[in-house]
């Protein structure tokens, strides 16, 4: 008989459990059928993401080239400087590469930080489902 109270209470205890569970999905599901999933919207987004992070490279791997050439400039103008070969003209070069891309920088900047204010929008869960 003590079996028998200690199974009916072990089985009440797991179908309160259970009823819980019960009732939350008949409240709030998993699925919405008048929603389409988030999975859903992955390829979509992920395709808007593409192009943008692409610009997002190009614009970035300018100004890496850029920070390239005015290194060169740079090393030129110290071992022209060095070497005594009249590193003015060098210099010059430097200053004028330097500019470059600062100039660069300028308006670049703007537009990278668009870029990412883009993709961060595009991948932040509160974008709206209707524009994805």
Do not use: W
Not at 13 to 42: G, K, R, T
Not at 105 to 131: C, T, W, Y
């Amino acid at each position: 008989m003590k079996i028998t109270y200690k199974t009916a209470a072990q089985s009440l205890l797991l179908l309160a459990a259970c009823l819980a569970a019960v009732a939350q999905s008949e409240i709030a599901p998993d699925h919405f059928p008048d929603q389409a999933s988030p999975v859903a919207f992955a390829p979509r987004q992920e395709a808007q993401v593409r192009p943008v992070q692409t610009r997002l490279e190009d614009y970035e791997n300018l100004l890496q080239a850029k920070r390239e050439q005015v290194e060169n400039a740079r090393q030129e103008a110290i071992s022209a400087g060095i070497q005594g070969d009249g590193a003015g003209s060098f210099i010059d070069f430097y200053q004028q590469q330097q500019m470059e891309l600062e100039a660069l920088q300028a308006a670049l900047n703007p537009k990278i930080e668009q870029a990412r204010a883009i993709i961060a929008g595009l991948n932040s869960p509160d974008f709206p489902a209707h524009v994805r």
